[in-house]
């Protein structure tokens, strides 16, 4: 799978992510910083992408429709301290590999996963 970290998470996200076999990239990396959030989900709807992000932003099915994109992870925690939210994100990478990504959003919690839309394996 091809990942979008977003600019509030911390870089070893898109470490685990490519340690784990995928392809990822950062907001950062791609000097996208500070994009609007309308713009990034043109982008990552156009480079096929899964966005992963901590903006709650996302999670509006209105704005952002799982089944026009490749997917979106929103991290929803209590504490977004980077050992939090690395730790977290640590134990969702294996539910990929039974879950679909794709048309998809995933609202991660520090104790479940939601996940909205019909979607599909890949």
């Known amino acids: ?5 977003d600019e509030n998470l911390p ?3 898109a470490t685990l992510l490519r340690e784990a076999g995928h392809e ?4 950062g990396d791609e000097n996208l910083l500070g994009t609007q959030d309308s713009n990034l989900y043109e ?3 156009k480079e096929k992408r899964v966005l992963v992000t901590l903006d ?3 999670a509006d099915i209105r704005r952002y429709p799982p089944d026009e994109s490749e997917g979106t992870i929103v991290l929803r925690l209590p504490s977004q301290d980077k050992s939090t939210v690395v730790r977290t ?3 969702v990478i294996p539910a990929f590999l ?3 990504l794709v048309q998809r959003l995933w609202i991660v919690e520090s104790d479940r996963i939601r996940i909205r ?3 599909r394996l890949e």
Do not use: N, W, Y
């Not at 799978?1 to 970290?5: E, H």
């Not at 990822?24 to 907001?27: I, K, L, R, S, Y």
């Open 11 to 13: 870089v070893e996200i």
């Open 24 to 27: 990822a990239d950062t907001v």
């Open 56 to 58: 709650v932003g996302f």
């Open 1 to 5: 799978m091809k990942f979008k970290v």
């Open 117 to 119: 839309g019909g979607g």
């Open 89 to 91: 994100f640590e134990r």
């Open 98 to 100: 039974t879950e679909g």
């Open 43 to 45: 982008i990552v709807k």
